[in-house]
């Protein structure tokens, strides 16, 4: 299997309203079998999950974090690390400041995997294309250094691809493993995207034709409270 994963370039800056279907059908050739990645913060935007902050208070965000958090796990300085509303875990509670106007901050999308429907079915309705589409978004990651996208929902694409019951190349039956291929893909398209770029979207072709079936982060990936270890 051989994957591509391709920029797409051109992207306006997105406005409260804006169908992301048509844009990136206009900005970008899209074919049968292609996951579409948009990053989380064009999506907040074309949602209007945007907030206005005193832009002069570095700290203004704070009181939104703590309404956007249903619980805080820690606290080191002026970070939190909290779960939302969805079940991420993640800095801040995924409330940003970057690559949005000075005096507004970002907010997740209510519902990411019903966000990655909408433009799914865009896709589908106006050009007759067979799609996945991920939701992305950048977390850091428990005992290691560096951040990494993630997906925060999909549709059309499988969060997690199960392989327990099937064989290794050596012949033993694996018993636990399951892949989240959708924090897979949404990765290999940061490659592409980058953190300064302004390249928001990108399009990766060539994913196993088994992957293309109705998939839900929030029903796959996110852990529930009492299987998880840390919280």
Known sequence: MTISVIPVAGLPQVQPGDLLADLLLAHASIRNGDVVVITQKVVSKA????????????LAHKAIVERESVRVLRRRGDL????????????????????VERGQVALLPLDADRSARRIRDGIRATAGLAVGVIISDTFGRPWRRGLTDVALGCAGVAAVVDLRGTQDTYGRE????????????????ELVMGKSSGVAAAI?????????????????IVRRYDED???
């Open 229 to 231: 270890l840390f919280r």
């Open 47 to 58: 949602e209007n999950r945007l907030e206005a902050v005193d832009p002069d208070d570095p």
């Open 204 to 220: 990766v072709r060539g994913v196993d034709p088994a992957w293309l079936r109705e998939g839900s982060v929030r029903a796959e």
């Open 80 to 99: 939190i690390v909290s779960e939302t509303a969805h079940g991420f875990v993640c800095a801040n509670a995924g409330v940003d400041l970057s690559n």
């Open 174 to 189: 694996l018993l636990v493993t399951e892949v989240a291929v959708a924090d897979e893909i949404a990765s290999a398209a």
